[in-house]
């Protein structure tokens, strides 16, 4: 099935595919009753003229860019479908009310801090199920936001580059038309003509966007198209109605998040940076046989994945919910597991033994310590970066868990603090390796033999 130069450029309105952009475009066919209803239920919610809005108050007073990573985790569980912009209207605090109904919150508008790290974590939980990750898209200069465990498979095409399903069920292409004479019009009316199977529900144009969505065949399409000096950057999916429970929210998501021209997509701008190329963390031997665990965020994405000195790596399990990935290398017989079969380990004080990034230590591969403290489940100062997947020991050397690292949530605009850490505990991580059958083997306890038992992971991505 042809994508006739799919588009979705980069402006920020975030619409799912059959979904309509609220103020500018009625349903079809809706009866002129049910409108009547719907404006006089408007007004009769809408707050009097004076009356104090507590809730819009405190995010006045919030910084742009978290407002917006709240918006963007509502619209990831589902609550929230409008344009990610940081502005919280109506809509917006709606959204949060019934995240927090959701949730058995009291549904005051405004979220608590266990709300939001609440907010946080299942927001997280449904890009990893997705495999949500930003590229770079070399074929037109864009920036997109895709599902990669949807749509694995990456191809040219004539104007641009084409992500799918093995089976076509989800279609994801970027495109680019260019050159004297080209207008957003003159796209917009060829994208609402190609394929001739299309029917729209959704068809709305302005000074330098335009979208498009609705049915083509029996799929849902959305298309996004933005111009600037003559150039139209867009995205169009296209997807199955049997996935929609899945890409529909997605689809809001990748609307604002894409990014067709430099400096272009507000979620791009201020969201954490995509994962790097090429990855470097740490890795925790537990069996003299190869096996070696590792933080589940590290090798997400990844094409390839090398331990250091010992070649490329197999993963044999993970579990997105404890933060750990199970990876085995063959014939290596040099390998020392760590000791981890010990109890009693105890915080807050803990020593991290992990090897830093190459960059932080002149392309070299040293294992070092690092000191730090239990703050609840986090680690503060967080470590260095290629400490993803340390091993974190107590004060008489016990192993007491393994450190994950996570996004960080951006205070401000501009700002991009190091990752935060947290521990995942030596007890979930030998649950982990019990329901794998991977039995740990026993070593010397301390910081000094964990140097030992830590080696260098790498991830490359495309």
């Not at 405004?110 to 299942?122: C, I, N």
């Not at 799918?164 to 069920?169: D, I, K, N, T, Y």
């Not at 990014?259 to 031997?285: C, E």
């Amino acid at each position: 099935m042809r994508l006739a130069g799919a588009v979705v450029a980069v402006s920020i309105v975030a619409l799912p595919a059959c979904a309509l952009l609220t103020g500018l475009i009625s349903p079809p066919n809706a009866a002129p009753a049910e409108a009547a209803q719907k404006k006089a239920e408007k007004k009769k919610a809408a707050p009097k003229k004076g009356t104090p809005q507590p809730g819009r108050d405190v995010y006045a007073n919030m910084p742009l860019a978290e407002r917006v990573l709240i918006q963007y985790d509502l619209a990831w569980v589902g609550h929230f479908n409008g344009l990610i912009n940081g502005e919280f209207n109506d809509r917006s605090i709606a959204a949060v009310k019934a995240f927090q109904k959701d949730n058995k919150f009291k549904e005051t508008g405004v979220l608590a801090a266990p709300e939001r790290a609440q907010l946080a974590s299942q927001s997280k939980e449904k890009q990893d199920q997705v495999g949500w990750r930003m590229v770079d898209d070399k074929a037109t200069g864009a920036q997109v936001g895709l599902p990669t465990k949807q749509a694995p498979n990456m191809s040219l095409v004539r104007s641009g580059t084409r992500w799918s399903a093995a089976q076509g069920q989800v279609q994801i292409e970027t495109f680019r038309i260019r050159g004297p004479g080209t207008t957003l019009a003159s796209v917009f009316e060829q994208q609402k003509k190609e394929p001739p199977n299309r029917k729209l529900a959704v068809n709305l144009i302005r000074n330098d966007f335009f979208i498009l969505s609705g049915l083509q065949g029996l799929k849902k399409f959305y298309v996004r198209a933005e111009i600037r000096d003559l150039e139209v950057r867009g995205l169009t999916i296209l997807y199955d109605q049997a996935n929609e429970g899945i890409i529909d929210p997605v689809v809001v998501v990748m609307s604002s998040a894409f990014a067709p021209f430099p400096g272009s997509g507000l979620v791009a701008q201020i969201g954490p940076p995509p994962p790097r190329k090429v990855d470097y963390g740490t890795g925790i031997v537990v069996t003299s046989a190869g096996h070696i665990l590792t933080d589940r965020q590290l090798t997400d994405g990844c094409n390839v994945i090398q331990v250091a000195g010992y070649g490329d790596a197999d993963r044999m399990a993970e579990d997105a919910a404890a933060g750990l990935t199970l990876l085995r290398v063959h014939g290596a017989p040099t390998l020392a597991p760590a000791a981890i079969v010990h109890e009693g380990a105890s915080g807050p004080d803990l020593t991290l033994v992990g090897i830093a990034d190459p960059q932080a230590q002149g392309g070299a591969r040293a294992a070092s310590t690092a000191s730090a403290r239990l703050n609840g489940d986090a680690i503060e100062p967080s470590p260095q970066l290629g400490f993803s997947g340390a091993a974190a020991v107590d004060r008489q050397g016990r192993f007491f868990g393994m450190v994950a690292l996570k996004s960080p949530v951006v205070a401000s605009a501009g700002s991009i603090p190091l990752p935060q850490a947290s521990v995942v505990s030596v007890q979930a991580i030998r649950r982990f390796l019990d329901a794998r059958y991977v039995t740990p083997a026993t070593g010397r306890t301390g910081a000094e033999a964990a140097k030992g038992s830590v080696v260098r992971v790498i991830c490359v991505r495309r």
